[in-house]
RNA sequence: GCCGGGUUAGCUCAGAUGGCAGAGCACUUCACUUGUAAUGAAGAUGUCGCGAGUUCGAUUCUCGCACCCGGCUCCA
């Protein structure tokens, strides 16, 4: 029998009888690995474990435990799901089912306009484990596209994506005529369950089975507002039980740092329903982290050469006909208002404001750059069904400025702007950073081509001189021009974008602006937009969540309390809260009306950072029993020790990085 | 805006076929005077989200609305 030849990723080559797979593959390299093995890389494309391999193909094997194995074995569960409804819901039709981070997803719809409930979920999910216990092959068949349109004759969504796969649009963004000779492939489980896919798959459905379903959803077919709305159910999947449930535990986690949930629970900030949805209104313990965040805000601009404006919150419709607003972004804007002199409305942005002081007097090259700064709040319509808490909200208070510069002075402004939005971030207690970096749409821009190209490199260099790791949204950008979004990683290991750099390419146009230069003439400036925190409350719902309420020190609402053990020492804990309170720190007392136990819980749920206990010992020797948060209890501390202690504690903590 | 699920005391949540609505915590009072995460007793607490309809009677059923939750879409 002729032998095919394969190299392995380690570079030695091995033999194998015509027909091998894949599998055979795995097996012959170790059986642990035949067990882990869930698809292959062949030649640099995605391969099936039961596939036979070519003749001298370069073959690396797909684990499990590795990101593509988690991929395949999510996309293989999402089909068993899809078999597991038709059975369940006869009629059913089904579109797209794809791995996505952390599971899957697959798109039905349902006869009669029925739509899935909780119950179903268990049904469905009951429906599945037995046909993964039945341990069926994914079988892999290549049809020509115009028999695939006879299989699928009773499924119209595959009809549709069999006409777009077909014809070379291997992305399926384009309909396309099918030719002869197109070919499609699809993988059967059955006799009666097959489904559309271009693979891998693992073996069989026994390799399956640490999968919860999580959710239904509606979902429009193919993202199409217009377009029918579809039933889709959410899984995760996992190579294991242990990775199961490591992610389900990991779920709770961040349930239990849910922004709205600790805002309620620290007595934060709340959304009253009077006042109707997206609007919240700040209690004071929130409104004291807000205004901390808000003074070091504008202490660092202070120093890094900004000016403070001032601008109000309506203005009347001409402006935003010339900022473009109107035309481009009406839905995003509340209606107008008509008054006596004219229609208002609420801003959406800041710009076209900041624009008005730039070109309220000529300016000189000498001046530039020019940096307004404003915690400008703004009022954007966000459609009731995409609000979410202090996230996604309509009244909001951005961190803005606008810096306007000199060509040659751009690069330049960007680098240190790269510079002086890390730091900040840093001192907030973030230190994970990723860019992204998104191009123009040439579809959709205003500007020369000359301009963008500039704008771009200007972004790349000022990322790459960082070494920032980023990445490229082709075409992403705005209409206007070519941005940077830094993301940040929060202690759980979520990602939340939150600072832009942006170029303006549009409104020094439409406002007009000009300096003059050395030469005399007059000229455009470069105009650029950055928001750091992005938005103030989104960022403290950010900051609220990677702490999980635990502010650090220098922002907690509370800093100390002080708990007398006893009626006796109350006077010494006012004494100590007084002391504290001269030094600068944020401190109160409860006296002893409840149990000391009690009240150290109390405090501890509040997350404030010391539990101070002073009782006999201490009212004698001037000393505190210091319990801070997360750490031991340490007895008999010095009052003045305790004072330095905290004061070195929060400088280090504001210490500019 | 669309699909689905919700809204009961300050909070977390029970509850009834349509017949005076419950618990724990929190709160108030009293007793206890406490040394590092819940002392005991007593008490008060509700337009059962809002508005219509059906009904002898609606917190419960129906409809509309508001708000919330999970997605989708959107976020120049």
């Keep these: 029998m002729e032998q095919i030849t394969i190299s392995l990723p380690d570079g030695s080559q091995r033999s194998y009888d015509q027909g091998a797979t894949t599998g055979d593959v795995a097996a012959s390299i170790g059986s642990r690995l035949a067990k882990a093995a ?70 039905f719809d349902l006869p009669d306009g029925r739509t899935f409930n909780e119950g179903d979920l268990q049904t469905i999910e009951a429906r599945m484990r037995e046909l993964m216990k039945a341990d069926q092959p994914f079988v892999r068949a290549e049809v020509p596209a115009a028999e695939a349109l006879t299989l699928f004759a009773d499924q119209p969504y595959k009809l549709e994506i069999i006409e777009r796969v077909s014809g070379g649009a291997a992305d399926g963004s384009d309909v396309a005529e099918i030719q002869a000779g197109d070919t499609i492939s699809v993988y059967r489980n059955t006799p009666e369950f097959f489904d559309l896919c271009k693979g891998p798959h693992v073996p069989s459905t026994g390799r ?35 990775a199961l449930e490591e992610h389900l535990h990991r779920l709770e986690e961040a ?59 309506l203005a009347n419709a001409n402006l935003f006909h010339t900022s473009g607003h109107l035309e481009w972004y009406a839905e995003g804007m509340y209606p107008p208002m008509e008054m006596d002199n004219g229609t208002y409305y609420m801003k959406p942005m800041n710009c076209p404001m900041h624009c008005l002081i730039y070109r309220s007097r000529q300016r000189s090259y000498r001046e530039l750059p020019l940096r307004l700064y404003e915690l400008g709040t703004v009022y954007r319509y966000e459609r009731a069904g995409t609000l979410h808490g202090l996230m996604r909200i309509r009244g909001f208070t951005q961190d803005d400025s606008h810096i306007f510069c000199t060509e040659e002075q751009a690069p330049e402004e960007i680098a240190s702007l790269l510079d002086f939005v890390l730091s900040v971030l840093r001192a907030f207690g973030f230190d994970d950073f990723e860019a992204m970096l998104s191009t123009r749409d040439p579809d959709k821009s205003v500007g020369t081509d000359e301009g963008w190209e500039a704008a771009t490199i200007a972004l790349e260099q000022a990322l790459v001189r960082h070494g920032l790791p980023y990445t490229v949204d082709q075409g992403g950008a705005a ?55 992005g938005s103030v409350e989104r960022f403290f719902g950010v900051l609220l969540e990677h702490y999980a309420g635990a502010f650090p020190t220098w922002m907690a609402p509370l800093q100390a309390r002080v708990l007398p053990v006893a009626e006796a020492h109350q006077q010494y804990a006012h004494a100590v809260e007084a002391r504290l309170r001269n030094e600068g720190f944020r401190v109160d007392v409860v006296e002893a009306s409840d149990q000391l136990g009690k009240r150290i819980r109390a405090a501890k749920l509040d997350k404030i950072p010391y539990v101070l206990v002073v009782g006999d010992n201490d009212v004698s020797a001037n000393t505190l029993g210091v319990n801070p948060r997360g750490g031991d209890v340490e007895r008999d501390v010095p009052l003045d020790m305790f004072v330095a202690n905290l004061r070195a504690e929060v400088d280090q903590q504001l210490a500019v990085s």
């Design 479 to 533: 209409f206007y021009g070519p941005k940077i979004d830094i993301k940040v990683r929060d202690a759980i290991g979520r990602k939340w974008q939150l600072s832009t750099i942006q170029y303006d390419f549009n409104l020094k146009e439409r406002f007009e602006l000009e300096y003059v230069g050395a030469d005399n003439a007059r000229h455009r400036p470069i105009m650029l937009h950055r928001a750091l925190f």
């Design 255 to 313: 349930e239990k740092r849910d922004h709205r949930k600790l805002a309620v629970e620290l007595d934060l900030l709340s959304f009253p329903h009077e006042l109707g949805g997206g609007l919240a209104v700040w209690h004071p313990k929130g409104a004291i982290v807000r205004k901390l965040m808000e003074d070091y805000s504008r202490e660092r601009h202070e120093n890094g050469g900004y000016q403070f404006v001032f601008t109000p919150h």
């Design 38 to 107: 869930v698809a292959g890389v062949v030649n640099g494309a995605e391969w099936d474990l039961g596939r036979p391999l070519p003749n001298g193909a370069s073959v690396s094997i797909v684990t499990a435990d590795s990101d593509d194995g988690r991929h395949v074995l999510r996309h293989s569960t999402a089909h068993v799901m899809a078999q597991a409804v038709t059975q369940l819901f006869p009629g059913a039709k089904f579109s797209i089912g794809p791995a996505i981070e952390d599971g899957f997803y697959y798109d």
């Design 208 to 242: 399956l089975g640490h999968f919860k379903l999580m959710k239904v959803a509606g979902a429009y077919w193919r993202g199409n507002e217009k377009g029918p709305m579809l039933q889709r159910i959410y899984g995760t999947a996992w190579e294991s039980k242990a």
